[in-house]
């Protein structure tokens, strides 16, 4: 970490690239075969083994006093759908947040995105999720891969959570906007995906949701340290989540009128 940064930068940090397109919530005994390629589905056993294997070297488990779940795009939805369980292997006295950027995926049929509900109809024929997803929500929906949707889960999740989003997220509504009908398109996305999100929140949820036109947030210092919502940055407004249990829930102006993230060439992306 960067040790110059006064509220975080001693901090240890362990990058964990993705490889389960289940968003590490799989769990079947037998292969499948795709495209002539033997394929394991084993998303909850490895996320168990990664953070047994950190506990082996530096403790996680064992000695944790504050942790961060972070993670963007499909590793920000793995938050929605695996904080609680890992908050469960953690040590009962630490403070554990969630902070997913650019993970609220809709999956909307009826908003045309390009990941809809079929898709994951068809990976929860593969996958086995079901064992890993939370009991509350499994109980409350007929339809049990409505429990892969973020929007879904959060309202279970009993832990601090910091949602990073753009409510013009491009990997959701990439639409030229050149071309006829984009704008009234994405104006559209941005309306409904903040009317999901705050029907969704719990009493510990902040929302930092920019207008800026892209995918990912919380990568890089301009991000970061550069894109102002109501007076804020990401960085100060997540210090104040973290470390004074604020709460605020800030939706930015419409696109695109916030200046900090005009230069779409430097901006967004991981």
């Known amino acids: ?85 890992i908050r469960g292997l953690l040590p009962a006295t630490a403070n554990v947040v969630l902070l997913p950027d650019a993970g609220f995926f809709l999956f909307a049929d009826e908003q045309s995105l390009p990941y809809n509900h079929q898709d994951l109809e068809n990976g929860w024929k593969i996958w086995n999720s079901k064992p890993a997803l939370d009991p509350q929500c499994i109980a409350s929906r007929p339809d049990h891969v409505d ?3 973020p929007k879904n889960q959060l309202p279970f999740i009993d832990l601090p959570v910091f949602i990073m989003q753009s409510l013009y997220d491009t990997a959701q509504n990439g639409c030229d906007t050149s071309t006829p009908g984009c704008n009234a398109s994405i104006a559209e996305y941005r309306t409904w995906l903040e009317t999901n999100i705050t029907a969704s929140v719990t009493p510990k949820t902040a929302v930092f949701a920019t207008a800026c036109r892209q995918h990912e947030e919380s990568c890089k210092d301009v991000d970061w340290d550069g894109i102002h919502v109501n007076g804020e940055t990401a960085a100060s407004a997540f210090y104040k989540f973290y470390y004074n249990g604020d709460y605020t829930r800030s939706f930015d102006v419409d696109w695109p009128g916030n200046p900090t993230c005009a230069n779409i060439a430097k901006h967004g992306g991981c």
């Open 1 to 85: 970490m960067n040790v110059s940064e006064p509220h975080f930068g001693n901090w240890s940090m362990a990058f964990v690239e993705y490889c389960d397109g289940s968003s590490w919530t799989s769990n079947r005994s037998d292969s499948t075969t795709t495209g002539g390629v033997t394929v394991w589905h084993r998303g909850r056993p490895n996320l168990l083994s990664i953070f047994q294997d950190l506990d082996r070297t530096v403790k996680v488990l064992s000695q944790s006093t504050d942790v961060v779940l972070t993670g963007t795009s499909a590793g920000g939805m793995a938050e929605y759908l695996n904080g609680k369980y």
């Open 147 to 149: 429990c892969m949707i």
